[in-house]
């Protein structure tokens, strides 16, 4: 079960673009996941509240997921 691993590494890139911005609250982060890519998005969607357990910044924040063409995974938008 990679999703854990890429979504930690989507807060890790959210947070420093937060920071690098002075944003100090994230209401929702949507991430473009293409079909034909491995990852699934309920397993995203069930192991986003542990990614974010530990970040003030994503707490109460939503995970957004858009099927798209493709097998890559992509940080589509960062609502603030």
């Keep these: 079960m990679h999703e ?3 979504l ?11 920071d ?3 944003i100090e609250k994230i209401k929702h982060i949507t991430l473009d996941v293409g079909k034909d890519s ?3 998005p309920v397993f995203l969607e069930k192991l986003y509240p542990v990614a974010i357990d530990h970040s003030e910044l994503l707490r109460g924040s939503r ?5 798209v063409p493709g097998s ?3 940080i589509k938008d960062i609502g603030y």
Excluded at 8 to 18: F, G, K
Excluded at 63 to 67: A, D
Aim: charged letters at 5%; zero cysteines.
């Design 20 to 22: 690098q911005n002075h």
């Design 72 to 74: 890559g995974l992509q």
């Design 38 to 40: 491995s990852f699934v």
């Design 8 to 18: 930690t590494q989507v807060v890790r890139t959210v947070s420093r673009i937060a």
């Design 63 to 67: 995970l957004i997921i858009q099927m």
């Design 4 to 6: 854990l691993g890429v």
